[in-house]
């Protein structure tokens, strides 16, 4: 089907979007087809072992024509991570061995490295996906550690995206509820980004979360089928992630499906990669930040009177960011200096119109972190930082520190330039009841 098909808002022609999506069951046999019209005459299989292995199970009789061994394969280490040294490895594989275009097999990690590894070597690509576990199927972007520093890099999305829903309700059930949690973070990440415009002229436009909301609301409502495995709710799922996808190409940025909450998700896989350990997966943090964050806002909507804090001055912040974030400092430091850059004039301008601001926030609809928890707890997604294995002091220590390391203003930086953070953290611990 045709993007045009997914949802009822029209999506704007003349933008670089997936060309063709399957949902649906048996797409295993469609991808003869679609390597042919989209990934050209020889393409590069790129897997990890363990998408691999489900792919493999899912096609036993090689209806899709992977190979199955050889240099048309490559399979990425067990639990690869998107950085440019993988990127860099698969770029040269393809551009080395003359391929002509790209399969990814697998989720968010093999598609963020197949999609800039694609973009880099100037070959398309196309994806069956293996799990509905994050919205960055069909998106513009992929998410890439640089340097230890998570970056979103502009990037070509897939020619083609495959999602079977039999394929998506065979893997673990844990990547679905991330799938969810990733995709729950929409509406307050969208205050954000219309919170960045209001105080920065940065622009917003409407259309893109008009795009994702009506599945987004869809698969909310399958959620407790998701554990259980069901067609329907797999395949709203997908939809609904495709489409979040979409919103970011139509806007331009991630700013529709990423904020402050994905700020918090960033934070924690950086500093578990510095120290060595496991990450967790990415959508089951963001459910929680956005619990986290939705509490915030609705307590900073209550706040009639704030208690604006002095301008701050760089050098003592630079200095704070680098004692705080160690090892990650230098590439932390230029992305918070940037947005340093206009608090001054942020601060005027909350000073004159926070009353109007504030009124204007509450008509956003930004639901409660008791909504979310809700939908969380019905797909059987981590819905409390126990879950995740993060202490409260932790979690405190991260909702100071998380709007240092990008340049895009979300409510964790409205919190503190109002003077509510960080008194506020507790509060919003407490009132989030994650």
């Given at each position: 089907?045709?993007?045009?098909?997914?949802?009822?808002?029209?999506i704007?022609?003349?933008?670089?979007?997936?060309?063709?999506?399957?949902?649906?069951?048996?797409?295993?046999?469609?991808?003869?087809?679609l390597?042919?019209?989209?990934?050209?005459?020889k393409?590069?299989?790129?897997?990890?072992?363990?998408?691999?292995?489900?792919?493999?199970?899912?096609?036993?009789?090689?209806?899709?024509?992977?190979?199955?061994?050889?240099?048309?394969?490559?399979?990425?280490?067990?639990?690869?991570?998107?950085?440019?040294?993988?990127?860099g490895?698969?770029?040269?594989i393809?551009?080395?061995?003359g391929?002509?275009?790209?399969?990814?097999?697998?989720?968010?990690?093999?598609?963020?490295?197949?999609?800039?590894?694609?973009?880099l070597?100037g070959?398309?690509?196309?994806v069956?996906?293996?799990?509905?576990?994050m919205?960055?199927?069909?998106?513009?972007?992929?998410?890439i550690?640089?340097?230890?520093?998570?970056?979103?890099?502009?990037?070509?999305?897939?020619?083609?995206?495959?999602?079977?829903?039999?394929?998506?309700a065979?893997?673990?059930?844990?990547?679905?509820?991330?799938?969810?949690?990733?995709?729950?973070?929409?509406?307050v990440?969208?205050?954000?980004?219309?919170?960045?415009?209001?105080?920065?002229?940065?622009?917003?436009?409407?259309?893109?979360?008009?795009?994702?909301?009506?599945?987004?609301?869809?698969?909310?409502?399958h959620?407790?089928?998701?554990?259980?495995?069901?067609?329907?709710?797999h395949?709203?799922?997908?939809?609904?992630l495709?489409?979040?996808g979409?919103?970011?190409?139509?806007?331009g940025s991630s700013?529709?499906?990423?904020?402050?909450?994905?700020?918090?998700?960033?934070?924690?896989?950086?500093?578990?990669?510095?120290?060595?350990?496991n990450?967790?997966?990415?959508?089951?943090?963001?459910?929680?930040?956005?619990?986290?964050?939705?509490?915030?806002?609705?307590?900073?909507?209550?706040?009639?009177?704030?208690?604006?804090?002095?301008?701050?001055?760089?050098?003592?912040?630079?200095?704070?960011?680098?004692i705080?974030?160690?090892?990650l400092?230098?590439?932390?430091?230029?992305?918070?200096?940037?947005?340093?850059?206009?608090f001054?004039q942020?601060?005027?301008?909350?000073r004159?119109?926070?009353?109007?601001?504030?009124?204007?926030?509450?008509t956003l609809?930004?639901?409660?972190?008791?909504?979310?928890?809700?939908?969380?707890?019905?797909?059987k997604?981590?819905?409390?930082?126990e879950?995740?294995?993060?202490?409260?002091d932790?979690?405190?220590?991260?909702?100071?520190?998380a709007?240092?390391?990008r340049?895009?203003?979300?409510?964790?930086?409205?919190?503190?330039?109002l003077?509510?953070f960080?008194?506020?953290i507790?509060?919003?611990?407490?009132?989030?009841?994650?």
């Amino acid at each position: 089907m045709k993007l045009a098909e997914l949802g009822s808002e029209p999506i704007p022609s003349g933008l670089d979007l997936s060309e063709e999506v399957l949902i649906g069951t048996d797409l295993c046999g469609e991808l003869p087809r679609l390597a042919s019209e989209h990934a050209g005459p020889k393409p590069l299989w790129l897997a990890d072992p363990r998408t691999w292995g489900a792919f493999c199970a899912a096609d036993p009789h090689r209806d899709s024509g992977r190979p199955e061994a050889g240099p048309e394969l490559h399979l990425l280490c067990e639990d690869p991570h998107a950085d440019t040294e993988r990127v860099g490895q698969a770029c040269a594989i393809v551009e080395g061995g003359g391929f002509s275009g790209i399969i990814a097999v697998g989720a968010g990690t093999v598609n963020d490295i197949a999609k800039m590894a694609s973009t880099l070597s100037g070959v398309p690509y196309l994806v069956f996906a293996t799990a509905a576990s994050m919205n960055g199927y069909a998106s513009g972007i992929a998410a890439i550690l640089v340097d230890g520093l998570k970056t979103t890099l502009e990037a070509r999305p897939p020619r083609a995206i495959v999602l079977d829903s039999a394929v998506l309700a065979a893997a673990p059930p844990q990547l679905a509820a991330a799938g969810l949690g990733d995709l729950l973070s929409k509406p307050v990440s969208s205050a954000d980004w219309w919170l960045g415009n209001r105080l920065e002229g940065s622009g917003f436009d409407a259309l893109p979360g008009l795009i994702v909301d009506e599945a987004v609301a869809l698969a909310a409502r399958h959620a407790r089928g998701l554990p259980a495995g069901e067609a329907a709710a797999h395949e709203a799922l997908a939809r609904a992630l495709v489409l979040s996808g979409v919103s970011m190409v139509v806007a331009g940025s991630s700013s529709p499906a990423s904020g402050g909450e994905h700020l918090l998700s960033h934070l924690w896989d950086m500093e578990a990669l510095i120290s060595g350990r496991n990450l967790r997966l990415h959508g089951a943090q963001v459910g929680v930040a956005t619990c986290l964050s939705a509490a915030l806002y609705h307590l900073l909507i209550g706040l009639e009177s704030p208690d604006f804090p002095k301008t701050p001055d760089w050098a003592r912040t630079s200095e704070r960011i680098r004692i705080a974030h160690g090892e990650l400092a230098d590439v932390v430091l230029p992305q918070a200096e940037k947005k340093f850059a206009g608090f001054a004039q942020r601060s005027s301008l909350l000073r004159e119109e926070w009353p109007e601001i504030r009124a204007e926030l509450a008509t956003l609809g930004i639901p409660s972190a008791d909504e979310l928890r809700a939908i969380l707890q019905a797909a059987k997604a981590p819905a409390s930082l126990e879950e995740l294995g993060i202490e409260r002091d932790e979690a405190f220590d991260s909702l100071s520190r998380a709007r240092d390391i990008r340049d895009r203003y979300t409510v964790l930086d409205l919190a503190f330039e109002l003077g509510f953070f960080p008194a506020g953290i507790r509060q919003v611990l407490a009132s989030s009841r994650v």
